[in-house]
């Protein structure tokens, strides 16, 4: 007699990571699976294998190829189930900034923070998907806007606006719209803030002075500017001894009064919205024949 049994096995996932995240039991056919930050799923040897993915509320998620590629190609072996839509490469955002006019498109959004991933049939070789936490990105926040996910990583949100606002009424701006104030932590974060929106005009920071203290911080973040990167053009700061207290980019960093009306950048990432105790875990399923 053959009977069929499920088994369930739940496993902690690790708090060492491998370059593209925790790895998911190989060639595990179908589960469920809470995505922390990131996972990896290899292309099982079965067919019509079925996951069920959820991450925490109020991100959607990001799928990739791990050794990179085009998307499109690869789709031909699973799809994703968005509620009671298959998520299709043609309704995807496209945003005018982040994304070059007919480039591959690499990186695939979901729209709510639970899918289903369907695997049809086995591809001929390796293939590994990455699932990562993101924000929601819109294509704008209202009019005078713009936004797009310009970062290597994909998964954050940048949006310009171009308004002309103080950095107070900047800050309540973002803060309304689920997003912060700027904060410049490196180079390539600076650079392709130029590259999307341009070196002529000023764009309001998070970052200010605290003369007591003789202090920069970033207002958003509450970390201190320094020892981290900077990038003042020169002179700067220079203002700081009289009302320049708040900080400004413009193909370097300015110091300026902070009642000045100017553009400015609100940013969102994964981290910012951290509401749920829940761990990353996942649990596979499979079949297995008793005599």
């Known amino acids: 007699m053959t009977t069929w049994c499920l088994t369930l096995s739940f496993l902690i996932l690790s708090l060492l990571s491998s370059t593209y995240g ?26 019509n294998c ?14 990739s190829l791990v050794h990179g590629g085009d998307f499109a190609a690869a789709q ?25 006019s007919g480039e591959l498109i690499t990186t695939v959004y979901t729209s709510s923070s639970e899918v289903e991933l369907r695997f049809k049939k086995t591809p001929a070789s390796p293939l590994k998907l990455k699932i990562q936490k993101a924000v929601d990105c819109p294509f704008n926040l209202g009019s005078e806007s713009q936004c797009g ?7 954050s949100c940048y949006c310009a606006t171009f308004t002309k606002r103080g950095q107070g009424n900047h800050t309540t701006y973002c ?30 920071t998070s970052g ?17 500017v320094y020892p981290g990167y900077t990038d003042w053009a020169p002179f700067e700061p220079n203002n700081t001894l009289v009302d320049g207290n708040c900080l400004t980019i413009k193909n370097g960093w300015y110091d300026d009064p902070c009642a000045n009306l100017y ?15 829940t761990e990353p875990y996942y649990s596979s399923t499979e079949e297995s024949t008793v005599a």
């Not at 180079?187 to 341009?198: D, F, P």
């Open 22 to 47: 925790s790895a998911i039991e190989p060639r595990a056919c179908g589960g469920f699976l809470y995505v922390g930050d990131e996972a990896v799923i290899e292309a099982p040897f079965q067919e």
């Open 50 to 63: 079925e996951w069920q993915i959820q991450t925490d509320e109020k991100h959607v998620l990001a799928f």
């Open 76 to 100: 031909e072996f699973f799809s994703i189930h968005d509620g009671l839509d298959v998520i299709q490469l043609e309704n995807q955002i496209h945003h005018k900034v982040g994304h070059t």
């Open 149 to 155: 996910r310009i970062t290597d990583d994909k998964t």
């Open 175 to 204: 803060s309304d719209n689920k997003m912060k104030l700027v904060s410049i932590e490196d180079y390539n974060e600076e650079n392709t803030i130029y590259l999307a929106w341009g070196t002529l005009v000023n764009f309001w």
């Open 208 to 224: 200010t002075y605290n003369k007591t203290t003789g202090i920069w911080t970033w207002s958003s973040t509450m970390a201190n």
């Open 263 to 277: 553009d400015a950048i609100c940013e969102s990432h994964p981290e910012d919205f951290i509401d749920t105790t």
